[in-house]
C-alpha cells in the first residue's frame, strides 16, 4: 500500500504538476496495489502495465516539454465496455470471447489524448445487464467493504461494480464506467465513491459495446466530486460517429465545485418515500437536505406520479433494445462460434454457449414484447410511459432546479443473496432508473455509513445538459458530509 | 398473462436460442407478470417516446469515410480465408 495510490484525481495531478513525483512512479505505485489485491477483489480482467508505463514515461516526457494535458500521467481504469485498440474487450461475456478491438471508443480516445494512462480493463455484469456484478463470465467482484465484524464478501454493485471497487480500493485514480439504469450510480453508492452519469448523449456512444442505445450513458466513477468533474470533462464532447451526440460546448465541470448554492431550490420527491426503506436511509436523506438548506437553498416536496412505473416500463424497454442490439453475435464475424448441422443451428449454439442466463432471459423478453401481437400491448406501452416519466420530470423542474433523493434502497448486500429472484434484483434500480428513460444527470456521492459500517450515497438529478449545478451542490454536500471513511484494505 | 411452453420455444426460435432451460421460462413468466401494473397507467393521446434527446438526427454528406482495411475487419473473425469470412454453407 502505497501513499501515491490514496491521492485523489485531483491532488495526484498536482503532485505532478509540482514534480513531487513522476507519472512512472504513480503508474508503478497502482500497479503494485493491483498485483496485491486483485486477486481477492476481481475487479480487473486485464491489466496492461507495460502499456501503462510507457505511457506514463512519455507523459513525463510531455511534462518536462509544459505539454502535459488536463489529466496527463494519471493511471485510470476502464470498464470493459469500451473497446480499446489492440486490448481484449468482452463486455463481461464469454460471447465477445477473445475479441480484440481494432478501434478505440471515443471516451477512451478523448481520455488520451488528455494524457490519462490506461491500466487494465475492469469487470462488469455481462452486457452491463446487471446490478451485482454476479452476471459476468468472469465471476464476480468483492466490495472492498465488509460489514462490521463480518468477513464475508458483499457485491460492489453493479454493472460497474469493477470501476467502483477499483476506485474504492485505491486500484486506479479514477475509472470509466456506463449507466443504463443505475449501473453508475449503484456501485457508486456501494463502495463510497462518486459517480454520475450525464445528460443522454454528452459522452459519445462510439465504441461502447451497446446494451439499449436510447438509455446507455458513458461516465465516471471516482474518489471526490471534483475528481469526477475532471473526468467527464474529458469524456465529453460531440462526435460525428455517434448520430445522438449532442452539438454542444463542454464546460470545465470541475469549476463549478466550491460554487454557491444559495437560492437554489431542492425537489425532495415524495413518491422515493418507499415502503420498507430502511431508517437509516431515510434519516441520511433527511441530513442531505439540512446540509443544502444550511448552505441557502430552499428544500421543497415535489411529486413525480409515475415513479412506480419506471422500472416495469424499463424492463420492457430495455430488453426490446438489446435484443435488437445483441442480434449481432452470430458467430459469423467475430466472437465464439459454435458447431451445427444447419446455419440456423450454429446460430442457435453459438448464442446459448455464449450467453449466460441473465443475457438470454433479457433477450427472451425483448424478443417477445417486440413480436407480432405484443408491440402495442407492451412496447408501444411503456414508450408511453416513459413519456409520461418524463413529463413528471419537466413538471417538477419548473418549481425547482434539482432534485435530492437516496441512490439505492439499500447499502452492499452479500453475494449470492438476490441471484435467484431477478424482480428483487431489478428493484436496486428504483431510484436510478428514472433519470436513464428521462435522459436526465443523475450523481451520486456519499454521504455517510449504516449502522453495519457499509457506505451509502444520495443522489442528485438535474436539468438536462445542468450538470454543472449537480456538481455545485455536490461539492457543499461532499464538504458537510465529510465522508472520510475507507474500507480494511488489508 | 401467462406465456405457455410453445411461446416460449417460438421466441427462443426467433432469437435464434437453442434450448432455453425451465427455470429462464419460469423467472421471464415472474417478470411479465411484475411488469403488468402499466396497464394502470393512462396513456391515451400520449405520444410514445422513442428518443431521449429533442434533436433531429444530423444530416451528412453521402460519402465514403472509412474502409478498405479488410485485415482489420477480418481480425476477429472465427474463420477468414483470402480476404473473406467463412461461414457455413448457406445453399444446398
Redesign the interface.
Known amino acids: 500500500m502505497s501513499e501515491l495510490t490514496r491521492l485523489t484525481l485531483s491532488a495526484a495531478l498536482e503532485g505532478l504538476e509540482a514534480k513531487s513525483f513522476s507519472a512512472v512512479e504513480l503508474t508503478r505505485a497502482h500497479i503494485g496495489a493491483i498485483d496485491a489485491a486483485n486477486g481477492r477483489l476481481n475487479a480487473y480482467l486485464v491489466t496492461t502495465p507495460e502499456k501503462a508505463l510507457a505511457a506514463a514515461a512519455e507523459s513525463d516526457a510531455r511534462r518536462t516539454k509544459g505539454e502535459a494535458g488536463p489529466l496527463d500521467g494519471a493511471p485510470i481504469g476502464v470498464k470493459d465496455l469500451f473497446c480499446t485498440e489492440g486490448v481484449r474487450t468482452t463486455a463481461g461475456s464469454k460471447i465477445l470471447g477473445d475479441?480484440?478491438p481494432?478501434?478505440e471508443s471515443s471516451v477512451t480516445a478523448n481520455l488520451w489524448r488528455d494524457g490519462a494512462v490506461m491500466l487494465g480493463k475492469l469487470n462488469m455484469d455481462e452486457f452491463a445487464m446487471g446490478s451485482s456484478n454476479e452476471t459476468s463470465a468472469f465471476g464476480p467482484v468483492a466490495n472492498p467493504w465488509r460489514a462490521k465484524g463480518s468477513n464475508r464478501a458483499l457485491t460492489p454493485g453493479g454493472s460497474s461494480g469493477g470501476s467502483a471497487a477499483a476506485v474504492a480500493a485505491d486500484l486506479c485514480l479514477a475509472a470509466t464506467a456506463s449507466d443504463t439504469g443505475g449501473s453508475i450510480r449503484q456501485p457508486a453508492s456501494f463502495t463510497g465513491t462518486v459517480g454520475i452519469k450525464p445528460t443522454?448523449?454528452r459522452c459519445s456512444r462510439y465504441g461502447m459495446v451497446a446494451f439499449a442505445s436510447?438509455?446507455d450513458q458513458a461516465g465516471p466513477i471516482t474518489k471526490s466530486v471534483r475528481d469526477a468533474g475532471l473526468m467527464l470533462t474529458s469524456m465529453s464532447g460531440h462526435d460525428?460517429k455517434d448520430?445522438?451526440s449532442?452539438?454542444v460546448a463542454t464546460p470545465d465541470f470541475a469549476a463549478f465545485v466550491g460554487r454557491s448554492v444559495k437560492g437554489l431550490k431542492i425537489g425532495v420527491p415524495r413518491e422515493y418515500r418507499m415502503d420498507g426503506m430502511p431508517e437509516e436511509i431515510a434519516r441520511l436523506w433527511e441530513a442531505g437536505t439540512q446540509w443544502l438548506r444550511a448552505a441557502g437553498c430552499e428544500i421543497k416536496e415535489i411529486s413525480l406520479p409515475?415513479t412506480?412505473?419506471a422500472l416495469?416500463?424499463y424492463?420492457?424497454i430495455a430488453p426490446a433494445e438489446a435484443?435488437s442490439n445483441l442480434?449481432r453475435y452470430?458467430?459469423?464475424?467475430?466472437?465464439?462460434?459454435g458447431e451445427?448441422g444447419?446455419?440456423?443451428?450454429?446460430?442457435?449454439?453459438s448464442?446459448?454457449e455464449g450467453?449466460g442466463?441473465e443475457v438470454?432471459?433479457r433477450?427472451?423478453?425483448g424478443?417477445?414484447v417486440l413480436?407480432a401481437g405484443y408491440y402495442d400491448a407492451?412496447y408501444?406501452?411503456?414508450?408511453?410511459?416513459?413519456?409520461?416519466i418524463?413529463d413528471d420530470f419537466d413538471a417538477a423542474f419548473s418549481e425547482v432546479d434539482a432534485i435530492l433523493t437516496p441512490t439505492a434502497p439499500s447499502a452492499a448486500f452479500p453475494l449470492g443473496e438476490k441471484q435467484d429472484d431477478?424482480?428483487a434484483m431489478?428493484l436496486n434500480d428504483v431510484f436510478t432508473v428514472t433519470t436513464?428513460?428521462?435522459?436526465l444527470p443523475g450523481l451520486s456521492l456519499p454521504a455517510g455509513l449504516d449502522g453495519q459500517g457499509l457506505p451509502l450515497g444520495l443522489q442528485l438529478i438535474g436539468r438536462?445538459l445542468d450538470e454543472g449545478t449537480l456538481f455545485s451542490l455536490a461539492g457543499v454536500m461532499e464538504e458537510a458530509a465529510a465522508f472520510t471513511a475507507r474500507p480494511d484494505l488489508g | 398473462m401467462t406465456?405457455d411452453a410453445a411461446?416460449?420455444r417460438?421466441?427462443?426460435k426467433?432469437?435464434?436460442?437453442?434450448?432455453?432451460?425451465e427455470?429462464?421460462n419460469a423467472?421471464?413468466h415472474?417478470?411479465?407478470t411484475?411488469?403488468?401494473?402499466?396497464?394502470?397507467?393512462e396513456?391515451k393521446d400520449?405520444?410514445?417516446?422513442?428518443?431521449?434527446?429533442h434533436?433531429a438526427?444530423?444530416m451528412?454528406d453521402d460519402v465514403v469515410t472509412d474502409g478498405a482495411?479488410p485485415d482489420?475487419?477480418l481480425?476477429?473473425?472465427?474463420?477468414a480465408d483470402r480476404g473473406f469470412?467463412v461461414?457455413?454453407?448457406?445453399v444446398e
Open positions: 475479441f480484440i481494432p478501434y443522454y448523449g436510447s438509455l460525428p448520430s445522438t449532442l452539438d409515475h412506480k412505473y416495469p416500463a424492463y420492457i435484443s442480434a452470430d458467430g459469423m464475424r467475430f466472437g465464439h462460434r451445427g444447419s446455419l440456423t443451428e450454429v446460430y442457435e449454439n448464442r446459448a450467453f442466463e438470454k432471459r433477450i427472451l423478453i424478443t417477445y413480436s407492451y408501444l406501452k411503456a414508450l408511453k410511459v416513459r413519456r409520461r418524463a431477478p424482480v431489478y436513464n428513460l428521462a435522459g438536462a | 406465456i411461446t416460449v417460438k421466441v427462443a426467433l432469437a435464434r436460442i437453442a434450448a432455453p432451460e427455470r429462464l423467472l421471464a415472474g417478470i411479465m411484475w411488469i403488468e401494473q402499466l396497464s394502470e397507467v396513456t400520449v405520444e410514445p417516446m422513442t428518443s431521449a434527446v434533436q438526427l444530423p451528412r482495411r482489420a475487419v481480425s476477429n473473425a472465427p474463420r469470412f461461414v457455413p454453407k448457406v
